[in-house]
């Protein structure tokens, strides 16, 4: 069996890639083969390989990369990553081409069921064939010289490429506040910059508050197990999520992760259990106090957190229970 994935912005180092290569990786160890192709951008492929069936990630670019095509695929799914189904989907001019993919889609597989029931209220007719797959972990080779933390300091880690529905401004505006009455807190930025006027906002603050917050830029994806080994807590601050690697991946190490209330995160996350959800600055300060304060809470919810991960996050689950997908389909088209 052959499975083309595409995936939007690839090789860009964004969630979607992240996601595409775990998945691409987990079903190779189960004899699948894969390949990965750009669905938009300069790398965008113009043509699809030959393959048994075709995996589009983001609904919306997906059916953008279906119109500039010569020759449409025999068969795909869709895998609804979070910005076609909390934003797309409800946007005049995006919408119809949401519903086109998704109805031409043999399966639609998004992340949680909160993900399914939102979906299934905006387009009752897919019922039947949207498929709620948590995300898997990725796994990340142990340690980093040039990675390490100040001693004595508690660390904040703040992963996400720099664009305005991340809100990466808030949090360090917010945490400035909590800075004047804990000199010993730090916090790191990760990731590349994907749109420029809000990366000059961003690293405007980063200059302003350079005794404490720090830009480490784009890293190769296979350093995040560094930077996670030297956080003491992992920051989600987005307006709209999927369901953010990151945020597994921190969960996976045993970190507490204090994260914006919205779907996608929400689902992820049991407040005060695996961490903990804010809907506004107040709450994301108390919260954060609360991480700072108590060590013994801190590790409790971390080790909750780790637990979860494992439960329910599985790289390997994830790519057998695509491939019982892809199996089901395969066969009903023979």
């Not at 080994?229 to 953010?244: I, T, Y």
């Not at 409790?300 to 439960?311: E, H, L, M, P, V």
Request: glycine letters at 8%; a negative charge; one cysteine or more.
């Amino acid at each position: 069996m052959k499975i083309v994935l595409a995936a939007p912005n690839y090789p860009q180092p964004r969630g979607n890639t992240v996601t595409v290569r775990r998945i691409a990786a987990n079903l190779e160890k189960l004899g699948v083969e894969t390949e990965i192709v750009a669905a938009t951008g300069s790398h965008r492929a113009h043509s699809l390989p030959p393959a048994d069936l075709v995996h589009g990630f983001h609904a919306y670019y997906f059916h953008q990369f279906l119109q500039q095509l010569g020759q449409q695929p025999d068969a795909y799914i869709i895998t609804m990553t979070g910005t076609d189904l909390n934003v797309d989907l409800y946007h005049p001019e995006k919408r119809s081409g949401v519903l086109e993919a998704l109805a031409g889609a043999k399966a639609i597989h998004v992340f949680d069921e909160a993900a399914k029931e939102a979906l299934l209220k905006e387009a009752p007719q897919f019922d039947g064939k949207v498929f709620p797959i948590p995300q898997g972990a990725g796994e990340f080779p142990s340690g980093h010289p040039e990675i390490r933390k100040e001693a004595g300091t508690f660390l904040f880690v703040l992963p996400a490429g720099i664009r305005k529905v991340k809100n990466i401004p808030f949090a360090i505006s917010a945490l400035a506040k909590l800075h004047a009455e804990f000199p010993q807190l730090r916090l790191w930025l990760v990731g590349p910059v994907l749109e420029e006027a809000e990366a000059e906002t961003v690293l405007r603050l980063v200059e302003q508050h350079a005794g404490w917050v720090r830009y480490l830029g784009e890293l190769p994806h296979e350093e995040m197990g560094a930077v996670y080994e030297n956080a003491d807590a992992v920051l989600n601050s987005s307006l709209s999520e999927g369901q953010p690697a990151a945020i597994t991946e921190a969960m996976g190490y045993g970190l507490p992760v204090l994260v914006s209330d919205v779907p996608g995160n929400s689902g992820m996350v049991e407040n005060g259990r695996t961490g903990y959800l804010y809907k506004d600055e107040e709450e994301f300060l108390h919260f954060a106090r609360a991480l700072m304060d108590n060590g013994d809470a801190r590790r409790q919810i971390g080790q909750q957190a780790k637990q979860y991960a494992a439960d329910r996050h599985s790289a390997s689950c994830e790519a057998e229970a695509l491939l019982e997908i892809y199996r089901s389909i395969l066969q009903q088209e023979r």
